[in-house]
Every structure is written in structure tokens, then in C-alpha cells.
Nanobody
Framework: QVQLVESGGGVVDDGGSLTLSCRTS????????IAWFRQAPGQEREGIAC????????EYAQVVKGRFVVFRDNAKSTAYLKMDDLKPDDTAVYFC??????????????????????WGQGTQVTVFS
């Protein structure tokens, strides 16, 4: 059974840092693209980062570019989102997602929700002013 479980959320001050983890199971991670999304209260879910199966090609939403970094450790079946200089507008539930992709696939722009079949349940990130 394909499963993704997020962890690492919490409460931080303006300018603080957090690293989120996405532990996966039930699929060959090297054959899947991994993406991170977030959803604030009353807002649509937005894609913020993704990483291709070959671990080389990365894309970010403009609002997080330069502050967030996505990476993964396939040996640990875990993907990560390192977040620095967090702002109150970053407050949201953060989700990881996965979808099978060719090893030749290259992401174009921020990830789109409908492109991903498998999802975790989310982890809350709250940033105080």
C-alpha cells in the first residue's frame, strides 16, 4: 500500500526555520516525483516545490524560492522540505505528494495538485508575527 506520512511541523517565530519530513512506503521512490503543497484556512491548495525522479531537476513556487529547499534520501525512503526565513504568510498545513514519472521527466514550474495521485495527511506549520 502506498503511504506518505509528513512530520516536522510546529510553531516558530517570524524568521525561524523548520525542516519537514515525508516518510514513504509501498513504492519505488526512485521512480516517483515528489512534491510539497500547502493549504491555509480558506485558501486553495498551492504547490510550492517538487523534485524529479533523478534528483537533479527541482522547481519552486516564486513565493518560496530562495527560502525553501526540497531534497530526498532514497535510501531512507524520505523526502524533505527545509524552510528558512519563515513568515506569517507561510502558516498552513503542508502536504507531501508523489506520482510515478519517467526518469527523463523534468518539472516545469511549481507542482500542480491534479498531477499527483498519492498524498500524505499533512503537518501544521504556524509562524507568529
Amino acid at each position: 500500500q502506498v503511504q506518505l506520512v509528513e512530520s516536522g511541523g510546529g510553531v516558530v517565530d517570524d524568521g525561524g526555520s523548520l525542516t519537514l519530513s515525508c516518510r514513504t512506503s509501498g513504492f519505488v521512490m526512485e521512480r516517483y516525483a515528489i512534491a510539497w503543497f500547502r493549504q491555509a484556512p480558506g485558501q486553495e491548495r498551492e504547490g510550492i516545490a517538487c523534485i524529479a525522479p533523478n534528483d537533479i531537476y527541482l522547481e519552486y513556487a516564486q513565493v518560496v524560492k530562495g527560502r525553501f529547499v526540497v531534497f530526498r534520501d532514497n535510501a531512507k525512503s524520505t523526502a524533505y522540505l527545509k524552510m528558512d526565513d519563515l513568515k506569517p504568510d507561510d502558516t498552513a498545513v503542508y502536504f507531501c505528494a508523489a506520482d510515478p514519472r519517467s526518469i527523463y521527466w523534468k518539472p516545469e514550474g511549481a507542482p500542480r495538485e491534479n498531477d499527483y495521485a498519492y498524498w500524505g495527511q499533512g503537518t501544521q506549520v504556524t509562524v507568529f508575527s
